[in-house]
T-cell receptor, first 118, second 111 residues
Framework: DSGVTQTPKHLITATGQRVTLRCSPR?????VYWYQQSLDQGLQFLIQ???????AKGNILERFSAQQFPDLHSELNLSSLELGDSALYFC?????????????????FGPGTRLTVL | QQPVQSPQAVILREGEDAVINCSSS?????VHWYRQKHGEAPVFLMI?????EQKGHEKISASFNEKKQQSSLYLTASQLSYSGTYFC????????????FGQGTTLQVKP
């Protein structure tokens, strides 16, 4: 158990709908990362938040958005869903010393949310 | 730019060794290694930084070659529990923890 929690575990919805995925980082971690993993694909970086602010962006679609709240939990919002959005969505968190994220901090992954768009 | 991992898949017998490579077309600053078992979350194995700093599990070893822009993960005396998909992630020198992961190497250890 990494200490990172994600809800829901499974989500089945229809095309055109909107869903929200939730992530709670490990206690003390300020950074939250979102990744998408499609079938037989690697981990695609979507976005990173550090202490409530967006810190880095990957190839995140305009239909997707995220935020990190004052209690440091994060939500990933996916709208106008398409069949191709079906994937496993992971959240990860890392501890960062004062000064912000660094490459020396390992990321702890949550169990993921499996999204199926029908 | 996504790093390229090789081989794509490898099958071993218990006790055999394996090397997984991760190559980047861009200058490497940091390389992270994770292992993911089927249906589970990736688990941290090791971080290597330009300049030689490393952090990771004692039983895992890896190398970082700045000139070749490559990192290698060495799995020695493999155990059944080593089975899974191994991902390398490359990080930049900026003030983010952003990682770009390779496509993964699937390792299967047989008794």
């Amino acid at each position: 158990d990494s200490g990172v929690t994600q809800t829901p575990k499974h989500l089945i919805t229809a095309t055109g709908q909107r869903v929200t995925l939730r992530c709670s980082p490990r206690s003390g971690d300020l950074s939250v990362y979102w990744y998408q993993q499609s079938l037989d694909q690697g981990l695609q970086f979507l976005i990173q938040y550090y202490n409530g602010e967006e810190r880095a962006k990957g190839n995140i679609l305009e239909r997707f958005s995220a935020q990190q709240f004052p209690d440091l939990h994060s939500e990933l919002n996916l709208s106008s869903l398409e069949l191709g959005d079906s994937a496993l969505y992971f959240c990860a968190s890392s501890f960062n010393k004062e000064g912000g994220p660094s490459a020396m901090n390992e990321q702890f992954f949550g169990p993921g949310t499996r999204l199926t768009v029908l | 730019q996504q790093p390229v991992q090789s081989p794509q898949a490898v099958i071993l017998r218990e006790g055999e060794d394996a090397v997984i490579n991760c190559s980047s077309s861009k200058a490497l600053y940091s390389v992270h290694w994770y292992r993911q078992k089927h249906g589970e979350a990736p688990v941290f194995l090791m971080i290597l930084l330009k300049g030689g700093e490393q952090k990771g599990h004692e039983k895992i070893s890896a190398s970082f070659n700045e000139k070749k822009q490559q990192s290698s993960l060495y799995l020695t005396a493999s155990q059944l529990s080593y089975s899974g998909t191994y991902f390398c992630g490359t990080g930049g020198s900026g003030n983010t923890g952003k990682l770009i992961f390779g496509q993964g190497t699937t390792l299967q250890v047989k008794p």
